[in-house]
């Protein structure tokens, strides 16, 4: 099976080990994985503010990078869910919109892929530690992968997952939000924080890497030590903490 890895903009610059993680997972589990040069960001900060004639240009863009692949897979849940957005910036029965849904259709987020696609709940992971587990909203509301990071952390063996309270609720962030809006996303995030103590858990888990930046800044700003993975690099780790 071809995969093509999508790394994100936060996974490029600041989740570099996530990427590296998910790549050798996917080798693993018996994909070609290619790693398209030509990717940039998916357009989002753009489509968010407004900007919908740059977040065009970055779509088609982005669609004849993908073209050539059998399955994109991606880090962010955030970031697959605006490439299956493309299908609504073009015109109805275009060309360009027919593109956009092909894309859409071999697009996915890294543990939907795993699950749903390779049929594989345990990837023979081991890793111990007490883990509490983030829901982001684009990934779980829009995207609707609920239930595939928790099929496959509850066969990681030595770690014991602790259910987070309102794990519903957003961290703050939203992309533009936390900068536009930035004492109302402080409030949010300080509230996500709180609940991730109750759990009493050493470390937190999530598959967004912008909720993941969020979250662990502000537990680093309040000196609560709690560490913050993405779930690929429990997923592909071996014993090591």
Known sequence: MKVSFFITC???IFYVN?????VELLERLGCEIDFPRAQT?????AYNSGY???????????IETFDHSEYVVGISGSCVYMIHEYVHLFEDGSEWQKRAI????????FTQFI????????????YQAVATYHTSCHMTRLLGVKEAPFKLLSNVKGLKLVDLPNRQDCCGFGGTFSVKMSNISEQMVDEKVSHIQETEADLLLGADGSCLMNIGGRL???GIPVKV???AEILNSRGEA
């Not at 919908?52 to 982005?62: G, N, P, Q, S």
């Open 10 to 12: 936060l996974g490029d």
């Open 18 to 22: 996530a990427g590296k993680a998910a």
């Open 41 to 45: 960001c998916c357009g989002q900060p």
């Open 52 to 62: 919908r004639k740059e977040t065009i240009e970055v779509a088609k863009h982005l």
């Open 102 to 109: 092909d894309l859409k259709n071999k697009t996915y987020e």
């Open 115 to 126: 699950v749903d696609v390779l049929g594989i709940e345990d990837v023979g992971a081991s």
């Open 220 to 222: 680093t700003r309040k």
């Open 229 to 231: 993975k993405h779930i």
